[in-house]
């Protein structure tokens, strides 16, 4: 019986974008507490009176909310003026529910499934007595109710994470929609399934995973970026993607206490006041002692450079920027095994934040931080006189100064193995791709900023092989 090869992917393939809702990336959520979070927006201009409309999201709840929640909502409360999405209370059972607050509430008895990713909807056929219909994960739930009269005509403020800016749901939110049309039934099971659906009259839509970072939710069709209250923004997402195959043969791996893989001080590696950031692949072996990951930093002297270090004590990656006078800090969750960590500072939205697989997991605004020159070497493994354990691997690690790394471009690095482009206009770009699997020189591309290895091995143990035939 003969094998199939999977050669090493460099590229994603068209197929792979059918499993996520039209145009989520599986990036990031909201998460609200419950408490008084929200997003506050604005509903469609167009919808007013007896329009047709659709609220449409995927959502998770972590446990029962014991009260009437909304998950979407527009309007005011009063006769046919606030419509809602979200989780209705009766008589003590919490369900699926959604339509005109008050006035016509449609109650499924579809109860959410606590801790699982829901795909909902509640439409409106507009017109005087129209239908309420409320779909979830892609089935008509309940029977659809008649709207008793006219809708009276509906306030501006859109929100989700509230019911119409009162009780609040304690949940994460994705990909939130709203349409000035009723959604068909085909419609709705197209968008769960991750199809494109018509946007004609697409009124609304908020990804929740842009910029995954900051106070603001962008929302696309109007273009503003809406007031986030409270929530913050969460790795956790309907969706996720899968990385590709791809062959890597060889990694570096510290073997002693003083391993370092050196790149002398350089122009080049000094970002100043500007962006810039630095990404590739770290194993984590566990137990093990607190280590560097890298280092561009003047430690203990000014304080002043970017260093990333795994703190053994917490599980955490401890991931550091400092001008001699002001640092900020992250502290990110990591498993056993390959992760892929890009560190970045973003000087146009004033952000310092890390990524782990592809996930913005911290984010912290970088305040007056000013120069991070720090006239050392980069260092890569261990760092002498301070965290000296020898563990872990690396591959793959890409500096850029003078412009961050794109979401995408850091994506596309994890999941498909593609090295960004130099984006040009004065952007330093230099990456090591500590392959060679023999040596003490970690080649540069490009040329003339070598790493070099002190007291280091190589090992075929990497976080990917490409099958072969048997």
Known sequence: MSRIIIPGARTASAARSLVLPDGMKGRASLWFDGVDDKVTGLLPTALTGTSPWTLICWVKIPYDPAATVGVMSGGAFGVG???????????????????????????????????????????????????????????????????????????TTAWFGSLLNATFARCNIAFARIFTRALSLAEVQAAKRGEAISATSLGRRWTCENPGYGTTCHEEIGNTEDAITGALWSPDVPFRRRRVVEDVGAAWKPNVTTSICAVGDDAALQPGAGSCGLMGWFRRGGPVASTTLFAKFDFPVTYRGILAYYSSTADIVVAMVGDGATTRTLNVAVRSGWFHLAVVIDRTAGMFFVLVNGAILGSIAIGALGSVDAAVPLRFGQWPGWFNAAFGSHNDWIWRKGAVFSWDEIEAHYYDGVTPTNPGGGVVQIGWAMRENAGTTVVSIPAGYNGTLSAASWTTATRCHARSAA
């Open 81 to 155: 003026t606030g419509i809602w999405l979200g989780v209705y209370n009766a008589a003590g059972v919490r369900t699926w529910g959604g339509g005109y607050r008050v006035t016509a509430d449609l109650n499924t008895g579809v109860r959410p499934k606590y801790g699982d990713w829901q795909h909902i909807a509640c439409t409106y056929s507009g017109g005087a007595n129209g239908t309420i219909t409320m779909y979830v994960d892609g089935a008509v739930a309940g029977a659809p109710i008649a709207f008793p009269g006219s809708p009276a005509v509906v306030a």
